[in-house]
């Protein structure tokens, strides 16, 4: 078992930056995959970002590259996502994620490939 918890979420204005943190704890392993999601009310739950904790591959989503930097520290047991550029479509519930990361690479941004979960961190963003 894996447990994750988020933290960092917050209010800001459009335009500035956020950085999310989540810590894992149980059997965590090294080659696994820790990735970021986001949900708004009615809406499913959507791929942001994504690292494999052995290699240290990264994945964007094309609506936050160039914008969000996924990062670890402490052998993949902490996952960082630094937000810039906030704006409105980013605000909801930040979830962390943990999945395997067999041959080195992380599964596309489908939830039904992240077996973990945490309780998630609300980030709002205001004009």
């Known amino acids: 078992q894996v447990q994750l918890v988020e933290s960092g979420g917050g209010s800001v204005q459009a335009g500035g930056s956020l950085r999310l943190s989540c810590e894992a704890s149980g059997y965590v392993y090294t080659g696994g995959c820790m990735a970021w999601f986001r949900q708004s009310p009615g809406k499913r739950r959507e791929g942001v970002a994504s690292i494999h904790t052995g290699t240290n591959a990264t994945f964007y989503d094309a609506s936050v590259k160039g914008r969000f930097t996924i990062s670890q520290a402490n052998a993949g047991n902490t996952a960082f996502l630094q937000m810039n550029g906030l704006n409105s479509d980013d605000a909801g519930t930040y979830y962390c994620?943990?999945?395997?990361?067999?041959?080195?690479?992380?599964?596309?941004?489908?939830?039904?490939?992240?077996?973990?979960w945490g309780q998630g961190t609300q980030v709002s963003v205001s004009s």
């Open positions: 994620g943990r999945g395997s990361g067999a041959g080195g690479t992380c599964p596309p941004l489908d939830p039904i490939d992240y077996h973990y």
